[in-house]
């Protein structure tokens, strides 16, 4: 017995069952101690005996109970086996130190884990503990302890007083647990990627630690006690809300590694914390900024919304009819929204959650439906806003609209919970079944969205309602909610001189906008580097004195309310208001009536019309003229340049320039556009649709946006009121905005195109450009829930109502290897092409994915462009990829290479990487990118990757339930 069994054991006692697909432990393992082992009288353990057993990655269920056999085994490692319960059996080995049962799907420790007395090393990430039990803390001798991507969210017992390194990262987390405190010899803490919000004040009691993680959670600040840890060598902060760091950070004399990065910093500024040894800098800096700091007004950005002739410019005229009111130290930068659809596209650039909102109600009429839905435009737009509802009418309960907003709040509440029984549902499907699932969006992308937007409505749960009779209750009010630095955390009494010099000299320019290099020269003159004019901006945008969008950087407005005359002179309401005799009285009524026809049948305003509109309003202002006002809406997709044929009096053409402005757009199809997109005669022509169900939102302006972004996309167009019909590549394209598609009221913005079976490529060479466009419009919304999906070509060719829809997240996977596909809706044997339901081009090789990794840990910046050129890229792709992926070289290499891989128009192969490589002179890569493109690259790294994934998605939605229940 002896012999057969010596292939389990190594020459040093260790024991490697890894990966055998074992459903249960050998009996031969066991049966070799019985035959062998000897007494000697001593604690020595005998020559055979074993010492580590490793059995990860297996199919254990249970371990049997004659593991006590084992007794000098000081090492145990059972992790990625399907325990589900924590194997009993191991308390009977006296000597055990080290057990690792990661990613064991453990949802407890039992109390009996008090036995293991000698145990030193305990590792149980990747399971579902929430809690440990109270016996964990007599574990004396552990010292090093690793509970990492859990779902425990509290402490509710001590820790082992011993523990050296103790690291609980990816857990759920809102509070730092303070029984951490206790433990005086603790050296290392890693709480990274919770949702801490604030740190102990008392946090400077573990004089031993010498590492903290504390990156990706949501700090807001920090004690000064931190500093009072003076053996820190690392310390990591990165990626939360930190706007200040308190003064002393001097005392941290021993720190080695620092970040802050990802924060909103005001102080020190973010980039003087990205330099090299920042400590000594960031020290000088604070010290400078004793003397340089200077009391300063709160300045807050109070948005009037509401309903038509809901008294908002009655109250505007109330606070002063200015936008910048003085209300003690309380600067209000009041902006008086328009409820007309045409305003919908500004209203999605200027409201953020940093800013407060006055929803004027005036009757009973407006609740509850217009209160939810300014309520839900605010909240999709946003994160978190702080609404405030001013009844501007006598005779209207305040019950009764208090009522109606708890409703709301409640109904979306649920609709929450409705979106994560979803995912849980699709999750819980098989995964050869996913792609039938009304589960409409990507999974990870569906988690972060319906995260942000339940606290967008916990916020809003705090709504107060207001009934004003006079001018002193309001301002009182208004006063009082700006002192609630939960909500509005870019209030400050005080900031640095040089950004007060630089709002100054801003506020005195008074020019309508000016462009960076101009910002820059009014930086310096402060002695504000440009490395720290981003901070400054921020702060000042923030604060309310100017207009900073992230739309259009290089632009600044100094002067916000000229900005906003300009556009509210535009988007008036209706062509009749616009083009009015008022505003034209040297137009004859003729001309005028056919430039409002233009303007309700495609959106055209001629050029001529617009500067006398314009003109007027810059004419103080040297130059600027209509072309460079234009240009700058242009830059935020608010109108677009358009050159048409019009016909002269002589029966000739002029080509005439005219600016599209799609929100005035009323128009129904003609027979000509009925023409463009008939319905399928032919048996093989399918249509291809990819769309977004717009959760919280009405998408008018979001669709008018659109309008303008894909300009570019399409080589003819013609717009309609709620339709965009157009060529691309010869192929008929459609955009369409469908307003209350389904039961729930939401809203659906469609783009779709028609085509045979053998035109797929080019039907998806269409519309992904713009369906790309459409997911980044959407991703600008902070708070706007909605679903990306595939429609059941099937479906629309049987005349179905309502399609299928297919999970969106479709469109970035891999084809199955069958390419027809049932219709879950329709007859077992109605069946369509897969190339209507994936892209063509995404397939990637897991031998091409390697020799991707291998190029990218060996390409040089100098080479990278090159490469990408013998690959056949052209220059716009590199600049894209290097524009949206600058700050990370690894993954701009890598994501240069997938879109190569994913190009239409090139035959992405393994032979070809190699030529290329070779081609530029890298013969030392090529070499080794040959020796792995012949040996196959095995499936287990690609199913680790997709077990991580599902992990790491389903704390995700547990964190959303534990939200969504509190």
């Given at each position: 017995?002896?012999?057969?069994?010596s292939?389990f054991?190594?020459s040093?006692?260790?024991?490697?069952?890894d990966?055998?697909l074992?459903?249960?432990?050998?009996?031969?393992?066991?049966?070799?101690?019985?035959?062998?082992?000897t007494?000697?009288?001593?604690?020595?353990?005998?020559?055979?005996a074993?010492l580590?057993?490793?059995a990860?990655?297996?199919?254990?269920?249970?371990?049997s109970?004659?593991?006590?056999?084992?007794?000098?085994?000081?090492?145990?490692?059972?992790?990625?086996?399907?325990?589900?319960?924590?194997p009993?059996?191991?308390?009977?080995?006296?000597?055990?130190?080290n057990?690792?049962?990661?990613?064991?799907?453990?949802?407890?420790?039992?109390?009996?884990i008090?036995?293991?007395?000698?145990?030193?090393?305990?590792s149980?990430?990747?399971?579902?503990?929430?809690?440990?039990p109270?016996?964990?803390?007599?574990?004396?001798?552990?010292?090093?302890?690793?509970?990492?991507?859990?779902?425990i969210?509290?402490?509710?017992?001590r820790?082992?007083?011993?523990?050296?390194?103790?690291?609980?990262?990816?857990?759920?987390f809102?509070?730092?647990?303070?029984?951490i405190?206790d433990?005086?010899?603790?050296?290392?803490?890693?709480?990274?990627?919770?949702?801490?919000?604030?740190?102990?004040?008392?946090?400077?009691k573990?004089?031993s630690?010498?590492?903290?993680l504390?990156?990706?959670?949501?700090?807001?600040?920090?004690?000064?006690?931190?500093?009072?840890?003076?053996s820190?060598?690392?310390?990591?902060?990165?990626?939360?809300?930190?706007?200040v760091?308190p003064?002393?950070?001097?005392?941290l004399?021993?720190?080695?590694?620092?970040?802050?990065?990802?924060?909103?910093?005001?102080?020190?500024?973010?980039e003087?914390c990205s330099v090299?040894?920042?400590?000594?800098?960031?020290?000088i800096y604070?010290?400078?900024?004793?003397?340089?700091?200077?009391?300063?007004?709160?300045?807050?950005?109070?948005?009037?919304?509401g309903?038509?002739?809901s008294?908002?410019?009655?109250?505007?005229?109330?606070?002063?009819?200015?936008p910048?009111?003085?209300?003690?130290?309380?600067?209000?930068r009041?902006v008086?929204?328009?409820?007309?659809?045409?305003?919908?596209?500004?209203?999605?650039?200027?409201?953020?959650s940093?800013?407060?909102?006055?929803?004027?109600?005036n009757?009973?009429?407006?609740?509850?439906?217009?209160?939810?839905?300014?309520?839900?435009?605010?909240n999709?737009?946003?994160?978190?806003?702080?609404?405030k509802i001013?009844?501007?009418?006598?005779?209207?309960?305040?019950?009764?609209?208090?009522?109606?907003?708890?409703?709301?709040r409640?109904?979306?509440?649920?609709?929450?919970?409705?979106?994560?029984?979803?995912?849980?549902?699709?999750?819980?499907?098989?995964?050869e079944?996913?792609?039938?699932?009304?589960?409409?969006?990507?999974?990870?992308?569906?988690?972060?969205?319906?995260?942000?937007?339940?606290?967008e409505?916990?916020?809003?749960?705090?709504?107060?309602?207001?009934?004003?009779?006079?001018?002193?209750?309001?301002?009182e009010?208004?006063?009082?909610?700006?002192?609630?630095?939960?909500?509005?955390?870019?209030?400050?009494?005080?900031?640095?001189?040089?950004?007060?010099?630089?709002?100054?000299l801003?506020?005195?320019?008074?020019r309508?906008?000016l462009?960076?290099?101009?910002?820059c020269?009014?930086?310096?003159?402060?002695?504000?580097?440009?490395?720290?004019?981003?901070?400054?901006?921020?702060y000042?945008?923030?604060?309310?004195?100017?207009?900073?969008?992230?739309?259009?950087?290089e632009?600044?407005?100094?002067?916000?309310d000229?900005?906003?005359k300009?556009?509210?002179?535009?988007?008036?309401?209706?062509?009749?208001?616009?083009?009015s005799?008022?505003?034209?009285?040297?137009?004859?009524?003729?001309?005028?009536?056919?430039?409002?026809?233009l303007?309700?049948?495609?959106?055209?305003?001629?050029?001529?019309?617009?500067?006398?509109?314009i003109?007027?309003?810059?004419?103080?202002?040297?130059?600027?003229?209509l072309n460079?006002v234009m240009?700058?809406?242009?830059?935020?997709?608010?109108?677009?340049l358009?050159?048409?044929?019009?016909?002269?009096?002589?029966g000739?053409y002029?080509?005439?320039?005219?600016?599209?402005?799609?929100?005035?757009?009323?128009?129904?199809?003609?027979e000509?556009?009925?023409?463009?997109?008939?319905?399928?005669?032919?048996y093989?022509?399918?249509?291809?649709?990819?769309g977004?169900?717009?959760?919280?939102h009405?998408?008018?302006?979001l669709?008018?946006?659109?309008?303008?972004?894909?300009h570019?996309?399409l080589?003819?167009?013609?717009?309609?009121?709620?339709?965009?019909?157009?060529?691309r590549?010869?192929?008929?394209v459609?955009?369409?905005?469908?307003?209350?598609r389904?039961?729930?009221?939401?809203?659906?913005i469609v783009?779709?195109?028609?085509?045979g079976?053998?035109?797929?490529?080019?039907?998806?060479?269409?519309?992904?450009?713009?369906?790309?466009?459409?997911?980044c419009?959407?991703?600008?919304?902070?708070?706007l829930?909605?679903?990306?999906?595939?429609s059941?070509?099937?479906?629309?060719?049987?005349?179905?109502?309502?399609?299928h829809?297919?999970?969106?997240?479709?469109?970035?996977?891999?084809?199955?290897?069958?390419?027809?596909?049932?219709?879950?809706?329709m007859?077992?044997?109605?069946t369509?092409?897969?190339?209507?339901?994936?892209?063509?081009?995404k397939?990637?090789?897991?031998?091409?994915?390697?020799?991707?990794?291998?190029?990218?840990?060996?390409?040089?910046r100098?080479?990278?462009?090159?490469?990408g050129h013998?690959?056949?890229?052209?220059?716009?792709?590199?600049d894209?990829?290097?524009?949206?992926?600058?700050?990370?070289?690894?993954?701009?290499?890598?994501?240069?290479l997938?879109r190569?891989?994913?190009a239409?128009?090139?035959?992405?192969?393994?032979?070809?990487l190699?030529?290329?490589?070779?081609?530029?002179?890298?013969?030392?890569?090529a070499?080794?990118?040959?020796?792995?493109f012949?040996t196959?690259?095995?499936?287990s790294?690609?199913?680790?990757?997709?077990?991580?994934?599902f992990?790491?998605?389903?704390?995700?939605?547990?964190?959303?339930?534990?939200?969504?229940?509190?």
């Open positions: 017995m002896v012999t057969s069994c292939k054991v190594s040093a006692g260790h024991v490697n069952l990966g055998k074992l459903s249960s432990l050998p009996s031969e393992l066991f049966n070799i101690i019985e035959e062998d082992e007494d000697n009288g001593t604690n020595e353990p005998p020559a055979n074993i580590v057993l490793s990860q990655r297996n199919k254990l269920q249970s371990i109970n004659q593991l006590s056999v084992l007794k000098f085994v000081t090492v145990v490692n059972f992790s990625h086996n399907p325990l589900r319960i924590f009993e059996s191991l308390i009977y080995l006296p000597c055990l130190s057990l690792k049962l990661l990613e064991c799907s453990l949802s407890f420790l039992p109390p009996s008090a036995c293991f007395s000698h145990l030193s090393s305990f149980v990430d990747l399971n579902f503990l929430t809690d440990f109270k016996e964990f803390s007599r574990l004396k001798s552990l010292e090093y302890f690793s509970c990492g991507s859990n779902r969210s509290k402490l509710s017992s820790l082992p007083p011993n523990l050296v390194q103790c690291y609980l990262d990816g857990n759920l809102r509070s730092f647990p303070k029984t405190l433990l005086e010899n603790l050296e290392e803490l890693v709480l990274s990627f919770n949702r801490i919000t604030e740190l102990p004040r008392f946090v400077g573990l004089k630690l010498r590492k903290l504390l990156d990706n959670n949501r700090i807001q600040n920090i004690p000064v006690s931190i500093y009072d840890l003076t820190l060598t690392i310390l990591s902060l990165m990626n939360n809300n930190i706007s760091l003064f002393g950070i001097q005392k004399e021993s720190i080695e590694s620092i970040s802050f990065d990802n924060n909103p910093l005001v102080q020190p500024p973010l003087l090299e040894d920042p400590i000594d800098r960031i020290g604070q010290q400078q900024l004793l003397k340089t700091y200077e009391p300063t007004e709160r300045h807050v950005r109070l948005f009037i919304v309903s038509s002739h008294g908002k410019k009655a109250v505007y005229k109330l606070l002063g009819n200015k910048g009111v003085l209300l003690e130290n309380l600067v209000l009041v008086c929204c328009s409820s007309k659809i045409q305003a919908a596209p500004l209203h999605h650039l200027m409201w953020s940093n800013n407060m909102y006055l929803l004027c109600v009757s009973e009429d407006d609740f509850p439906k217009k209160v939810g839905l300014w309520l839900d435009l605010i999709s737009s946003t994160q978190g806003a702080l609404v001013l009844i501007t009418a006598k005779g209207v309960s305040n019950k009764k609209l208090m009522a109606a907003c708890e409703h709301w409640q109904c979306r509440i649920r609709f929450l919970k409705g979106k994560i029984d979803e995912i849980v549902d699709y999750i819980s499907c098989p995964s079944k996913r792609r039938f699932h009304e589960s409409l969006s990507g999974l990870t992308l569906e988690v972060v969205v319906v995260l942000k937007a339940k606290y409505y916990q916020l809003n749960g705090v709504l107060t309602i207001e009934s004003v009779g006079n001018l002193k209750e309001l301002k009010s208004l006063i009082n909610t700006s002192r609630r630095v939960e909500f509005l955390t870019h209030c400050v009494d005080e900031a640095p001189v040089t950004w007060c010099n630089l709002q100054r801003l506020l005195a320019d008074r309508p906008w462009h960076w290099d101009e910002v020269e009014l930086g310096l003159s402060t002695g504000l580097a440009e490395k720290d004019l981003s901070s400054a901006l921020t000042l945008h923030l604060a309310g004195p100017i207009f900073w969008f992230k739309q259009a950087p632009i600044i407005f100094p002067s916000p000229l900005f906003l300009i556009c509210k002179k535009l988007m008036c309401g209706t062509s009749n208001v616009l083009l005799v008022e505003n034209f009285p040297d137009i004859s009524p003729f001309e005028l009536e056919t430039a409002r026809k303007l309700d049948d495609e959106g055209l305003l001629d050029a001529s019309l617009a500067s006398v509109l003109n007027p309003l810059v004419a103080s202002y040297p130059g600027y003229s460079s240009g700058v809406l242009r830059r935020l997709s608010l109108c677009r358009v050159e048409k044929e019009i016909s002269d009096p002589t000739g002029n080509v005439r320039r005219f600016y599209r402005l799609p929100s005035y757009i009323n128009c129904t199809p003609t000509f556009d009925t023409q463009m997109w008939q319905p399928m005669l032919l093989d022509e399918y249509q291809l649709e990819v977004a169900r717009l959760c919280n009405d998408g008018r302006g669709f008018d946006r659109l309008s303008i972004i894909l570019r996309h080589n003819y167009r013609r717009d309609l009121a709620n339709i965009i019909l157009g060529e590549n010869a192929v008929k459609r955009i369409e905005i469908c307003p209350n389904d039961e729930d009221g939401s809203t659906h783009i779709a195109t028609r085509g079976l053998s035109d797929s490529d080019n039907l998806w060479m269409a519309i992904l450009p713009m369906f790309t466009r459409l997911i419009l959407l991703d600008e919304q902070e708070g829930i909605y679903d990306l999906y595939i059941c070509a099937h479906c629309i060719k049987r005349g179905s109502v309502r399609p829809r297919f999970h969106g997240g479709l469109v970035l996977q891999t084809a199955p290897v069958d390419s027809l596909h049932k219709c879950p809706l007859k077992p044997s109605d369509f092409h897969s190339n209507f339901l994936y892209p063509p081009g397939e990637l090789d897991p031998r091409l994915d390697t020799l991707f990794h291998c190029v990218v840990n060996s390409l040089t100098r080479h990278w462009r090159v490469l013998a690959l056949g890229l052209s220059d716009s792709i590199l894209g990829v290097r524009s949206e992926f600058g700050a990370d070289f690894e993954e701009q290499k890598y994501k240069m997938l190569w891989s994913r239409l128009h090139i035959k992405a192969t393994g032979e070809a190699i030529a290329a490589v070779s081609k530029i002179g890298l013969d030392d890569l070499s080794e990118l040959n020796k792995h012949i196959y690259c095995t499936t790294s690609l199913m680790m990757t997709n077990s991580e994934t992990s790491s998605d389903m704390t995700n939605l547990s964190d959303a339930y534990s939200d969504l229940t509190e």
